[in-house]
């Protein structure tokens, strides 16, 4: 419901979702009537985007890009640009997240929004949280977890 009262409040009229993986978020901008942009640096989750857009005649435009060039390829500008799922700290050096915040920035329409999800990572290393959540779909259970190591998190 996030996306559709962001939607609505801000008058989305297209998208662009940064690491959309398996494009949950936007093929459901796509139904609320948003021309919907996805990239990921995953083929195989790029593929799976299509696959699910597909099976929901969802409408979207989706490319294998990584967040250094992604700007190079689509000269779209957008009235929101989505980076969700913790897909940011993915960039690992300052130049690089400058120049990334400065691309979207130059994307976005005058009034257009940036919406970023970041995990707290100063609580999981201060708390060691490891089990981030557990999801049961039939016969599967899906656990989300961290391994902490001495210089990194793996999850």
């Given at each position: 419901?996030?996306?559709?009262?962001?939607?609505?409040?801000?008058?989305?009229?297209?998208?662009?979702?940064?690491?959309?993986?398996?494009?949950?978020?936007?093929?459901?901008?796509?139904?609320?009537?948003?021309?919907?942009?996805?990239?990921?640096?995953?083929?195989?989750?790029?593929?799976?985007?299509?696959?699910?857009?597909?099976?929901?005649?969802?409408?979207?435009?989706?490319?294998?890009?990584?967040?250094?060039?992604?700007?190079?390829?689509?000269?779209?500008?957008?009235?929101?640009?989505?980076?969700?799922?913790?897909?940011?700290?993915?960039i690992l050096?300052?130049?690089?997240?400058?120049?990334?915040?400065?691309?979207?920035?130059k994307?976005?329409?005058?009034?257009?929004?940036?919406?970023?999800?970041?995990?707290?990572?100063?609580?999981?290393?201060?708390?060691?949280?490891?089990?981030?959540?557990?999801?049961?779909?039939?016969?599967?259970?899906?656990?989300?977890?961290?391994?902490?190591l001495?210089?990194?998190?793996?999850?």
């Amino acid at each position: 419901m996030l996306l559709k009262s962001l939607t609505e409040s801000h008058s989305i009229q297209s998208a662009l979702d940064m690491g959309c993986g398996t494009g949950t978020h936007i093929i459901a901008l796509a139904e609320l009537g948003v021309d919907s942009w996805g990239i990921d640096i995953s083929g195989e989750m790029i593929a799976k985007a299509r696959e699910n857009a597909d099976k929901r005649n969802a409408d979207i435009h989706l490319s294998v890009l990584d967040f250094e060039n992604w700007h190079r390829h689509i000269r779209e500008n957008f009235d929101a640009v989505f980076c969700l799922a913790n897909s940011l700290p993915h960039i690992l050096h300052r130049r690089k997240l400058v120049s990334f915040f400065s691309n979207v920035y130059k994307r976005l329409n005058e009034s257009g929004i940036f919406v970023i999800q970041l995990v707290n990572y100063n609580r999981i290393l201060k708390n060691r949280e490891r089990i981030l959540s557990v999801k049961k779909t039939g016969m599967h259970t899906f656990i989300r977890f961290y391994d902490f190591l001495p210089k990194r998190i793996n999850f």
